[in-house]
């Protein structure tokens, strides 16, 4: 918890919004390319003329996909320790 404390205290939200897009976006599209590699047969890898035999169309889709995925889980990680209420309890009634 100290870890994030200190990066929350010390860059700004922009930096921390941009920066954490890229790094969960990054994420989800190498863990969702290697499951598709990894639950892929042989001869759906050698249909395919590319190198590391998953279609650029297939690409496209998981990059997109990952984008939202990556923008939704810096929200919801900003929105449980960056904006959290520091000084009302979850028993107070505080606005």
């Avoid at 921390?16 to 990894?38: C, D, P, Q, R, V």
């Amino acid at each position: 918890m100290k870890i994030l404390e200190f990066i929350f205290t010390n860059i700004s939200l922009r930096t921390y919004t941009i920066s954490a897009t890229i790094i969960f976006t990054a994420l989800f599209y190498f863990i969702t390319i290697f499951l598709i590699k990894f639950y892929s047969s042989e001869s759906e890898n050698n249909q395919y003329s590319g190198s590391n035999g998953i279609h650029i169309i297939i690409k496209i889709f998981v990059l997109m996909f990952s984008l939202l995925a990556g923008f939704f889980a810096q929200g919801i990680v900003s929105e449980l320790y960056i904006f959290r209420d520091w000084e009302c309890s979850m028993r107070g009634n505080c606005l």
